[in-house]
């Protein structure tokens, strides 16, 4: 990870992330509905999947881009296949 912006976005997600997930362990032990519960679970996965957004663009438009012009091709298998792994 190159960008020093990204670290501090990714680093202020991730915390929030966290306070997320703590809200998810006091609602259920708390006994919060299904519903509410669900609703906060999404809301998780969506903000780890917006992490997840970042970090790949930030790689392909560094690690892959720069490894792709110093000539590097495997650089590209191994994208695609944690690219794949990444989306399922």
Do not use: P, W, Y
């Not at 680093?11 to 919060?32: D, H, S």
Request: aromatic share 2%; proline share 0%.
């Amino acid at each position: 990870m190159r960008d020093g912006c990204l670290n501090k976005d990714l680093t202020t997600r991730l915390n929030k992330l966290e306070g997320q997930i703590k809200g998810l362990k006091k609602m259920i032990e708390e006994g919060a509905a299904c519903e509410d519960l669900m609703i906060q679970i999404l809301a998780c996965e969506g903000a780890l999947h917006k992490i997840g957004k970042k970090i790949v663009i930030n790689h392909l438009t560094h690690c892959v881009h720069d490894g792709v012009k110093e000539g590097k091709e495997e650089v590209m298998t191994e994208f695609s296949k944690i690219l794949e792994r990444f989306m399922k």
